[in-house]
């Protein structure tokens, strides 16, 4: 048979990227009895009053019920494995964290039973009450005062090597969210359905965090690569003794913005001219005459554009003539815009700044600052909807249609 959390079955081969609901429910839940059961436990301990007694009588029973949460969550961890540790993480650190669990399992069961027996050892035994509802019985050990007392100095070290771990636990926890910013600490916390993500998908964990980050970064000023102001390009070399050296540091030295297009500019950054790309001592750019949509044949290109609002009175014939796109843009002719052109490339497209819509033959999409498009010789346009620039970086690969798609 297999069960079903969080929409997936247990028998599925699924890499889970967070704890399944009732792991976190479970762990939240023993967290916050502890957090109640240490500090009831120090105070009835210290205060012979009736408000002490108080504390003692509410201590003993949520130490029981910690005990069988805890049973139930080692029976759930048996069945249904925990997300992995982040691939980041050194193998020191990663044993380290797995001793931990263990340990904190161990404690759980060891100081409430440690109690147990102690208030079941000595000569005079409180009964164990839950509310007005039942009595929790005594363990069958012998009555001893001497046993009894052992006991009792074994449940307090027990609970301060407790708080000890629990310090560390959320140290640990808080490190990786806001040092090492990775998702150790959002991965045990109940978190509600996100919008557009079905409960089956696999690594719905994953989706879903990267969706709210999205959300929360698109509520967030922007640091970005405004549109229009100059960037630096630094280029690496070698000495004649092998050494790495920063060859150059400036901002890129063929900048294009007399295109036919009011606004529109093209930084050409690098290119390369064979594959694998030649590693040598020289350090300059290859040589090129003139501005060319495409990458070199069997070569590379990255370059960063400014695209301005789209102009219904834009002539893109003279603008792909200008930019060395004719071809390209002859082979988009015929679509549904006129900016429709299409090249003999796979292009990865990263969209610094500004909003801007892709069209394709069937369809549509618009992306914006810190989006990634990734064309395969695809025939499109781009429309700038928006009233202000957008600027992208594109690295464009040669490459050859197959399949009949040429």
Sequence with gaps: MSSVEDGHPASEPIARSRYTRTAVALHWAIAMLMLTVIPLGIYGANNDTPAGAMATGLHKPIGILILLLTLVRIGWRLGHAPPPLPSTLARPLRAFAQATHFAFYGLLLALPLSGWWMSSAFPKRYPIKVGELFEVPFLPVPVDLKVALAVHSAHVNLGLLTLCLIGLHVAAALKHHFVDR????????????VAGVPAGTPDRGSIARCLERRAAYDKEPKMTIEPGTPFRRIVTGHTVDNRAIIASDAAPTRVFDDLGEDGLVFYEVWNTRETPARIDRNDAEPAEDRLTLAPPVNGTRIRVL???????DTDFGTVFDTIGGSDAH?????????SFHRTRSIDYGIILSGEITMLVDD?????????IVVQRGTNHGWVNRTDRLCRIAFVLIDGAFEDGLD
Aim: net charge negative; charged share 35%.
């Design 182 to 193: 990775d998702d150790i600490l959002l991965r045990m916390l109940l978190r509600r359905p």
């Design 306 to 312: 400014d695209i301005p609002p789209d102009k219904p």
């Design 330 to 338: 002859e082979a988009g002719r015929g679509s549904r815009h006129a």
């Design 363 to 371: 369809g549509e999409v618009t992306v914006s600052a810190g989006d």
